[in-house]
């Protein structure tokens, strides 16, 4: 069960000052009234026509959403390096991470099952004994995934003195969590305690996650509402 979280908004008002030069060294002052963000992009099962919305979406919170006192990480498991970023309050830099992030999403396990049933009609061979061809590397995503989100929010639940949030931009994982015979995939029963670590974990900090990638809305519209996982 979740409760709703009241984290208090910060906004951009009038036209954007130009970037200030980063500081080399980082002020402990007014700490508790600055909140943490970590921004996780899940390249892991985010499709590449779905790559540009992440890409918008985390730009978006990052530019109107973040405050000069907070804190913010960017976390993409499965990019490339420079779509990940260590806490810093540094719009620019958060902003290049999200903008280097790229997807990688598998094609569904539904797709591959039905191509190699077509194959089989044809050649008399069943390939993978009818089974999820992308199996092993699927189980494998899906227990990534929860384990960097049971990483970021145990270190989350530890930061005292400030309000914090974990954001995740992901299309879901594709796996069939009640498969528990094996039927098409085999490893449900260790994905699905891996998840529930995770959801554990995530128990401790409120958090986001925008799964309907797809729909984007106008410049000037309402930012999505997330819904808890």
């Given at each position: 069960?979740?409760?709703?979280?009241?984290?208090?908004?910060?906004?951009?008002?009038?036209?954007?000052?130009?970037?200030?030069?980063?500081?080399?060294?980082?002020?402990?002052?007014?700490?508790?009234?600055?909140?943490?963000?970590?921004?996780?992009?899940?390249a892991l099962h985010i499709s590449p026509s779905n790559v540009i919305s992440v890409r918008r979406y985390a730009r978006r919170f990052i530019e109107e959403h973040v405050g000069p006192?907070?804190?913010?990480?960017?976390?993409?498991?499965?990019?490339?390096?420079?779509?990940?970023?260590?806490?810093?309050?540094?719009?620019?830099?958060?902003?290049?991470?999200?903008?280097?992030?790229?997807?990688?999403?598998?094609?569904?396990?539904?797709?591959?099952?039905?191509?190699?049933?077509?194959?089989?009609?044809?050649?008399?061979?069943?390939?993978?004994?009818?089974?999820?061809?992308?199996?092993?590397?699927?189980?494998?995503?899906?227990?990534?995934?929860?384990?960097?989100?049971?990483?970021?929010?145990?270190?989350?639940?530890?930061?005292?003195?400030?309000?914090?949030?974990?954001?995740?931009?992901?299309?879901?994982?594709?796996?069939?969590?009640?498969?528990?015979?094996?039927?098409?995939?085999?490893?449900?029963?260790?994905?699905?305690?891996?998840?529930?670590?995770?959801?554990?974990?995530?128990?401790?900090?409120?958090?986001?996650?925008?799964?309907?990638?797809?729909?984007?809305?106008?410049?000037?519209?309402?930012?999505?509402?997330?819904?808890?996982?």
């Amino acid at each position: 069960v979740f409760d709703r979280v009241s984290i208090p908004i910060w906004r951009a008002e009038g036209p954007a000052a130009p970037a200030p030069m980063p500081a080399d060294v980082a002020s402990n002052e007014h700490v508790a009234d600055g909140r943490v963000f970590v921004l996780v992009l899940d390249a892991l099962h985010i499709s590449p026509s779905n790559v540009i919305s992440v890409r918008r979406y985390a730009r978006r919170f990052i530019e109107e959403h973040v405050g000069p006192s907070d804190l913010v990480a960017v976390l993409s498991p499965g990019a490339v390096e420079a779509a990940t970023q260590d806490f810093t309050g540094d719009k620019a830099r958060l902003v290049a991470a999200a903008d280097s992030f790229t997807g990688g999403k598998l094609r569904s396990a539904t797709l591959e099952l039905e191509e190699e049933r077509r194959a089989a009609v044809v050649t008399g061979i069943v390939l993978h004994g009818g089974k999820d061809p992308s199996d092993d590397e699927r189980a494998y995503r899906a227990r990534s995934l929860s384990d960097v989100l049971e990483g970021a929010a145990g270190h989350l639940a530890r930061v005292e003195r400030r309000r914090k949030a974990l954001l995740l931009f992901s299309e879901g994982t594709d796996y069939n969590v009640l498969d528990l015979m094996g039927e098409v995939q085999r490893h449900a029963s260790d994905v699905m305690h891996a998840m529930d670590r995770a959801v554990g974990a995530l128990m401790l900090v409120f958090t986001l996650f925008f799964g309907r990638l797809a729909r984007i809305p106008s410049a000037g519209a309402p930012y999505p509402r997330g819904e808890a996982e």
